[in-house]
């Protein structure tokens, strides 16, 4: 599937201050929560926060929603 563009300004604005404010969490989650614990799931849940967050911002940079490729109406 061709990732063409699918998402207006509107949609790309959201996804990246979604994706700034996860990353932003991942990151706290990282230095305050995970780090010095020694614990695989602190550390899992804090990646996983920063992928998640470093996704949305793929999106807006390039105006693809996952989505609504996979035909999903999404309000926006």
């Known amino acids: 599937m061709a990732m063409t563009c699918n998402i207006d300004a509107r949609g790309r604005v959201a996804r990246l ?7 932003v969490v991942g990151v706290a989650l990282c230095w305050f929560w995970a780090r010095g614990s020694g614990s695989a799931v602190r550390w899992t849940v804090a990646i996983a926060c920063l992928v998640g967050g470093a ?22």
Request: net charge positive; glycine share 10%; with cysteine.
């Open 17 to 23: 201050i979604f994706g700034i404010l996860v990353l």
């Open 55 to 76: 996704f949305p911002i793929y999106e807006a940079r390039a105006g693809w929603c996952i989505m609504r490729a996979m035909g999903f109406k999404t309000p926006m």
